[in-house]
């Protein structure tokens, strides 16, 4: 038994996905086109998102209808994350957002998919916000294509500098993020420096204090003994006054 909440989402998704199919099935009909008028369409179809991919941007169109038999239509629902790691990704429908910015139809994201080192290439996904449906082109699809056709020369050489580029700037962002990283965990250690030396100083001048306030109440602080009081720094001893009260001297009666 499924529950009517799931069947609701399946019958929603499939709903979504009806432009998907449509473009599964126009990359069934591009094959039984001839290899001119193939290249013709996919250079139609395609040239929107290609202008946004600098190293793809003149490509021929002999290319072009190669890369469009090897684009993978994909449909994602909301909150969805899409975890294709070392992908180009076109944004054909929908909303989503990566790295706090909003991709909206067109968007491409993911151009630096051709660096061979795993660790250089940004591996932050893009989430759904709504139905969205994009066209993901894999490393290894790409790489098949560029070691299949030797004739697309100018593109391997375009390929190759933006690949050293990506590399570079992958380096230079990693470098100065550990740069950036030590340099907040000295400021760390110093504030804890800081703040260790501000409590002893301030433990030591607790007790400085406290010291004082005994020898001021129990003259431990009260110098040398001069006037040769027996109790230095204490009130003196209780002395009944003369001539009232209950005690009274010899003289005091005798007047």
């Given at each position: ?56 941007r ?43 910015r ?33 066209l ?75 010291n ?21 720094g ?10 009232r ?11």
């Open positions: 038994h499924v529950p009517q909440e799931l069947r609701q989402r399946c019958r929603m998704y499939f709903f979504q996905s009806r432009d998907n199919y449509r473009t599964i099935n126009y990359k069934v009909l591009e094959q039984c086109f001839s290899t001119t008028l193939r290249a013709e369409v996919a250079a139609s179809t395609n040239s929107a998102w290609l202008s946004k991919v600098w190293y793809l003149d490509s021929p169109s002999s290319f072009t209808a190669e890369l469009s038999q090897t684009l993978s239509p994909m449909v994602f629902a909301p909150m969805e994350v899409l975890s294709l790691p070392f992908t180009l990704f076109i944004l054909r429908r929908g909303i989503a957002a990566r790295r706090g909003v991709l909206a139809k067109g968007s491409v994201w993911g151009e630096d998919f051709i660096v061979e080192n795993d660790e250089l290439v940004d591996a932050v996904f893009a989430a759904a916000l709504t139905y969205v449906e994009i993901a082109l894999s490393f290894q699809a790409f790489n098949a294509i560029m070691e299949d056709h030797a004739d697309f020369g100018d593109v391997e050489r375009n390929v190759n500098q933006a690949r050293v580029f990506y590399t570079v700037r992958a380096r230079l962002t990693q470098q100065g993020r550990d740069i950036l990283q030590k340099k907040r965990e000295e400021g760390k250690a110093k504030k804890r420096g800081m703040n260790l030396s501000r409590s002893v100083g301030n433990r030591g001048n607790l007790a400085v204090r406290t004082t306030q005994k020898g001021q109440r129990f003259g431990a602080f009260a110098g040398p003994n001069v006037s040769g009081d027996p109790y230095p204490s009130p003196p001893p209780y002395q009944p006054k003369r001539g009260g209950r005690y009274r001297s010899a003289g005091d009666e005798a007047s």
